[in-house]
């Protein structure tokens, strides 16, 4: 059995937006996503460091090795014409109370950017989560400097919790972040608004 499988990454399922669908990653869609990590500008803002590209390389590396080995799942982000634009990838973590869900996405697609793929794309993964995995509250962070991701996360209904300073292992530098989240009650209050009509699951190849 792979770490694919293990993951889950070879589930047949996929959830149908209006312009783009999420599902599972393929293994030889990993390699496509290793590329976008070549754009020294998406390090920066994905993990909200400002270094030199040397750095950065270092930072994407071992990022890499911890999402794809310790996330719970890993969702691809394709255009309706089959083309892999980014991913999303969460954690669940379960308490006495409340079921919880982290996530990050990345637009990787550098072209795709700001043509609200990622808000489109992040409420298709909030209803899987809140609808099919029956989680509570999604949690998220992002750089303070990163202004456009804040926005969107805004726009998806997330709320500022907290402001953090962290100490990046790497760079030895403090990294300044915000603290989101969207309750599963606020996400069906407005999901009129969310979708022209509700995403569809499905099967695929």
Request: glycine share 8%; hydrophobic share 40%; proline share 1%.
């Amino acid at each position: 059995m792979s770490i694919f499988d293990i993951l889950g990454l070879n589930s047949p399922f996929r959830i149908d937006g209006k312009r783009l669908y999420i599902r599972p990653l393929k293994r030889k869609e990993v390699e496509i996503i290793k590329t976008w990590f070549e754009d020294k500008e998406l390090i920066s803002h994905a993990f909200g460091v400002i270094a030199r590209n040397d750095t950065l390389e270092k930072i994407s590396s071992e990022y890499m090795k911890d999402i794809f080995l310790v996330s719970t799942e890993i969702l691809g982000i394709f255009l309706n014409s089959g083309e892999l634009i980014g991913f999303i990838n969460y954690s669940m973590k379960s308490g006495r109370h409340t079921k919880r869900a982290r996530l990050g996405i990345v637009i990787g697609r550098e072209a795709k950017r700001q043509q609200g793929y990622g808000k489109e794309s992040l409420n298709l993964a909030l209803f899987y989560l809140f609808n099919i995995h029956g989680v509570d509250i999604v949690e998220l962070d992002t750089a303070s400097f990163n202004l456009r991701a804040q926005n969107c996360f805004l726009s998806c209904g997330f709320q500022i919790v907290r402001e953090t300073t962290d100490i990046n292992l790497i760079t030895g530098e403090l990294i300044h972040k915000i603290d989101m989240i969207l309750e599963r009650e606020d996400f069906f209050l407005d999901i009129a608004e969310r979708f022209e009509e509700l995403p569809k699951a499905g099967t695929c190849q």
